[in-house]
């Protein structure tokens, strides 16, 4: 008996591999477009910048309070991010589509590499 399944679907782009590094330990792959793995250092420069212009209570943020011999020396938000918030903001803020996808370590050398 033949067993009867949903045909694959063709992917909507050519795909570039990139490698995300955070910490020198944290390693995440991703598979883009062309549009992005072409551009994905100048990306990361725009989520930068993107991070820099966030102000108070914000998914990519966490209240710290700094404090020193009982007294509250310093408090406010700082920006916590790495791989899965790129990626977010790439899907979500910047292209308003699915354009990076996690996937496994992949066999072949990624395209480019990049830092947090």
Do not use: S, T, Y
């Given at each position: 008996m033949m067993s009867l399944s949903k045909p694959r679907q063709a992917k909507e782009w050519s795909a570039i591999i990139i490698e995300i590094i955070v910490y020198h330990d944290q390693f995440t792959y991703i598979d883009c477009?062309?549009?992005?793995?072409?551009?994905?250092?100048?990306l990361q420069g725009e989520f930068d910048e993107f991070?820099?212009?966030l102000e108070g209570n914000h998914p990519f943020r966490q209240y710290h309070e700094f404090i020193e011999n009982g007294q509250v020396v310093l408090q406010g938000y700082v920006n916590v991010f790495g791989a899965e918030e790129?990626?977010?903001?790439?899907?979500?803020?910047?292209?308003?589509?699915e354009v990076a996808k996690v996937i496994p370590k992949p066999y072949e050398p990624p395209a480019a590499t990049i830092y947090f």
């Open positions: 477009p062309d549009e992005v793995g072409a551009n994905i250092r100048a991070l820099r212009n790129f990626i977010d903001w790439l899907n979500v803020v910047r292209f308003k589509r």
